[in-house]
Nanobody, 118 residues
Framework: QVQLVESGGGLVQAGGSLRLSCAAS????????MGWFRQAPGKERDFVAS???????YYGDSVKGRFTISRDNAKNTVYLQMNSLKPEDTAVYYC????????????WGQGTQVTVSS
């Protein structure tokens, strides 16, 4: 069982930056693939970024070049650095984890709100 707790959300002006953190419980964090997703009001949850246990990263098209995902296995934490934020980035951001080789994310955090004002 893995518990995920996100933090770092808030209100920021367009063009600003935020860094989200996701702290994970458990002793096998380094073996998990980690992802960030987001859901805006009235919309489906979208993929934002992911990082494998080997550190390979993937990004959604809308955030490429602006967001960076990273992980610190010593701290059991994954980060999402968000730069050049736009109002359309406003959403609840969720952290997720899955075992290597699994197709679906098994564990989810409670989410953190990010609001970008124009």
């Amino acid at each position: 069982q893995v518990q995920l707790v996100e933090s770092g959300g808030g209100l920021v002006q367009a063009g600003g930056s935020l860094r989200l953190s996701c702290a994970a419980s458990g002793r096998t964090f380094s073996s998990y693939s980690m992802g960030w997703f987001r859901q805006a009001p009235g919309k489906e949850r979208d993929f934002v970024a992911s990082i494998t246990w080997r550190g390979i990263t993937y990004y959604g098209d809308s955030v490429k070049g602006r967001f960076t995902i990273s992980r610190d296995n010593a701290k059991n934490t994954v980060y999402l650095q968000m730069n050049s934020l736009k109002p359309e980035d406003t959403a609840v951001y969720y952290c997720a984890a899955k075992n290597s080789g699994e197709s679906s994310y098994r564990y989810w955090g409670q989410g953190t709100q990010v609001t970008v004002s124009s």
